[in-house]
């Protein structure tokens, strides 16, 4: 039996919430303190390591693609050390199960890497496992006063509760987002946790709109252009959480667009 197939649905507004960057403060410290490291050390950059730290943080956090899949990260960051600094074995093979797989999770990779018939390619998949499990454990060992909610947040996830369903739908490691929800009492506001291992937030937000919610019912809260265009895809509206204005963000969802205000509530076109 799936996640959605033992949901139980309760009203008839769905409330879709990401949460790195959007309920949770950790967005700059997960990445600058364990991405970016761990694959550092993973692949031996340690000659170049200030330049392609700063270029991951760009990738990962200061621009557009803010929010990316860990996967689909690593393998832009790859794909351009090996055309900067030095050849990555298998990086082709990376970009293109980033860009094809349906799941990208560390069950997905190690299903890749298994299959692989290719001997760089399986190096390569095996690699950005590892990596991705350094990852977990380093984001286990940080300090839990990084780890904390936006203010206003929490707020705004029981105005959502009071009259929608509310999901969170994240590109996280199941583990650590469970972990630090249920710490501050947010899991308790939230009707079903959708992470990295269920698939694509677009996928994950397809697969609720199956359950019986119109789609002008379902709104996507983000940070993030990929949460807009996970949006957009399924053709629901969307909320952002601007960056270093996350509080006010979370003030006006609560007091302007809660319940239901389609003129705050906008779609991504």
């Given at each position: 039996?799936?996640?959605?197939?033992?949901?139980?649905?309760?009203?008839?507004y769905l409330i879709c919430v990401d949460s790195?960057?959007?309920?949770?403060?950790?967005?700059?410290?997960?990445?600058?303190?364990?991405?970016?490291?761990?694959?550092?050390?993973?692949?031996?950059?340690?000659?170049?390591?200030?330049?392609?730290?700063?270029?991951?943080?760009?990738?990962?956090?200061?621009?557009?693609?803010?929010?990316?899949?860990?996967?689909?990260?690593?393998?832009?960051?790859?794909?351009?050390?090996?055309?900067?600094?030095?050849?990555?074995?298998?990086?082709?093979?990376?970009?293109?199960?980033?860009?094809?797989?349906?799941?990208?999770?560390?069950?997905?990779?190690?299903?890749?890497?298994?299959?692989?018939?290719?001997?760089?390619?399986?190096?390569?998949?095996?690699?950005?496992?590892?990596?991705?499990?350094?990852?977990?454990?380093?984001?286990?060992?940080?300090?839990?006063?990084?780890?904390?909610?936006?203010?206003?947040?929490?707020?705004?996830?029981?105005?959502?509760?009071?009259?929608?369903?509310?999901?969170?739908?994240?590109?996280?490691?199941?583990?650590?987002v469970e972990e630090e929800w249920g710490k501050?009492?947010?899991?308790?506001?939230?009707?079903?946790?959708?992470?990295?291992?269920?698939?694509?937030?677009?996928?994950?937000?397809?697969?609720?709109?199956?359950?019986?919610?119109?789609?002008?019912?379902?709104?996507?809260?983000?940070?993030?252009?990929?949460?807009?265009?996970?949006?957009?895809?399924?053709?629901?509206?969307?909320?952002?959480?601007?960056?270093?204005?996350?509080?006010?963000?979370?003030?006006?969802?609560?007091?302007?667009?809660?319940?239901?205000?389609?003129?705050?509530?906008?779609?991504?076109?």
């Amino acid at each position: 039996m799936s996640i959605f197939d033992s949901f139980n649905k309760k009203h008839d507004y769905l409330i879709c919430v990401d949460s790195d960057g959007c309920v949770m403060d950790t967005m700059n410290c997960k990445h600058f303190n364990c991405f970016g490291p761990c694959m550092v050390r993973e692949w031996g950059l340690e000659a170049w390591e200030a330049e392609i730290l700063a270029r991951w943080n760009e990738i990962n956090l200061f621009s557009l693609t803010r929010g990316i899949n860990r996967f689909k990260g690593l393998a832009t960051a790859l794909k351009e050390i090996d055309g900067k600094y030095v050849k990555i074995k298998g990086v082709d093979a990376l970009v293109h199960w980033a860009d094809t797989a349906p799941a990208l999770s560390n069950d997905g990779v190690l299903k890749a890497a298994n299959e692989a018939a290719d001997e760089d390619a399986r190096l390569i998949l095996t690699k950005a496992l590892s990596w991705s499990k350094a990852v977990n454990a380093a984001i286990v060992e940080l300090d839990e006063s990084l780890k904390i909610p936006f203010e206003g947040a929490k707020e705004g996830l029981a105005a959502a509760h009071e009259f929608a369903d509310v999901a969170m739908v994240s590109s996280a490691n199941r583990d650590a987002v469970e972990e630090e929800w249920g710490k501050f009492g947010l899991l308790e506001l939230t009707d079903v946790v959708l992470a990295q291992d269920i698939g694509s937030k677009a996928a994950c937000i397809a697969a609720m709109l199956k359950l019986g919610y119109k789609a002008e019912n379902v709104l996507m809260i983000g940070d993030a252009l990929g949460d807009c265009e996970a949006a957009e895809k399924n053709g629901v509206y969307y909320y952002p959480i601007l960056v270093n204005h996350e509080k006010a963000s979370w003030d006006e969802a609560v007091s302007t667009a809660f319940p239901i205000n389609y003129n705050v509530w906008i779609r991504c076109r």
